[in-house]
């Protein structure tokens, strides 16, 4: 961000200095000089230019075309920084959902590893009377191992995603800040985009103001270039005083002017100026090229966003009737083994699939969440 920024100082006063290149510009000089002789004596001489102008006539554009494309140049790095600032919010975002997502999985591996804990008892009381095998405790103790090691695993990840989002803020965000799990959020952090938007706001997106605004940099360019073929006319003049000392420069001098207008005729450049306008004129076509790629480029964004959008909502709904069925199936299965009417293996496995759809359900509520961000992205900042 602090590049971009920078970026835009310096096209800034690249378009100033160009910008000036339109005015006379004004001078001032001084000149003293001493001198001695057998005959006079010391003697000295004091001379100052008190204006001394130089202008070039821009009778065929060049000046004004330069800065056209030096404006045209600092109003992309504009849309440069802005680009760069939306992708730092969608970054800082995604990032923000992803600690959610990863604080919903530690809650999720804490809560399995407690109630694989809790059945590893409850197997080994039976064992203890005889109505459970050691294969029972044995599988019973790979489920606790298993939901520990992701317990630890996902407390990892919790303290890399905080970490990665104080890279982004470029400052240590205090823990109210941060979110908590994906559930706390709700369905509504994130707004989703309203139906109907015109296509039109794609035009606001600063990847493709930036590409306009160099494009047309690339015209004033070719303008620039043009102009170059015709004669450069410059008018220097300059208007002083001369006085024998330099102490009455002001009282009792003599006014002094000078009016001297040159002309430049490009008559042979060995090529350079042809060169140079089928350099432009080529860069031109590169820039169309680029300009033409950002528009295709923003509803292929757009349209991806929106085919993604379109199944999302039904596989959430699918995976959360999912994600009751399985509990249900692990209830029944465990009060089933606690009557000693079902085998430990069933329970198991519903506490496996359980654990598997629930883990499913938090990849694709992150999905959701980040479908949203990239539609705004896409978007340009949102569709108002």
Known sequence: MQKA??????????????????????????????????????????????????FELDLFGKN???????????????????????????????????????????????????????????????????????????????????????????????????????????????????????????????????????????????????????LKSANADIGAARANFFPSISLTASAGVGSDSLSSLFSHGMQVWSFAPSISLPLFTGGSNLSQLRYAEAEKKGLIATYEKSIQSAFKDVADALARRETLSEELDAQRQYVAAEQTSLDIAMKSYQAGVGDYLSVLTAQRTLWSAKTTLLSLQQTDLNNRITLWQSLGGGAS
């Open 64 to 214: 004004q075309s330069l800065s056209r494309a030096a404006r045209e140049t600092w109003l992309a790095s504009e849309f440069t920084a802005q680009n760069t600032r939306l992708t730092m919010i969608a970054d800082l975002t995604t990032a923000w959902v992803t600690l959610a997502t990863d604080n919903s999985n530690l809650a999720l591996a804490q809560q399995t590893m407690d109630s694989a804990a809790n059945s590893r008892n409850i197997v080994a009381r039976q064992m203890a009377v005889g109505t459970a095998s050691a294969g029972d405790v044995s599988s019973a103790e790979s489920v606790y191992q298993q939901a520990r090691a992701s317990v630890a695993s996902y407390r990892t990840l919790v303290a890399q995603d905080k970490n990665a989002i104080n890279l982004l803020a470029g400052e240590t965000v205090p823990e109210s800040l941060l979110p908590g799990t994906l559930e706390s959020l709700g369905d509504n952090s994130i707004a989703l985009v309203p139906a109907g938007v015109s296509s039109s706001v794609l035009l606001r997106r600063p990847d493709i103001q930036e590409a306009e605004h160099n």
């Open 5 to 54: 920024l920078a970026d835009i100082e310096a096209a800034r006063a690249q378009y100033g200095e160009t910008r000036a290149s339109l005015f006379p510009t004004v001078d001032a000089e001084l000149s003293h000089t001493r001198s001695k002789t057998v005959a006079s004596g010391l003697s000295s001489a004091s001379q100052a230019d008190g204006a001394v102008s130089s």
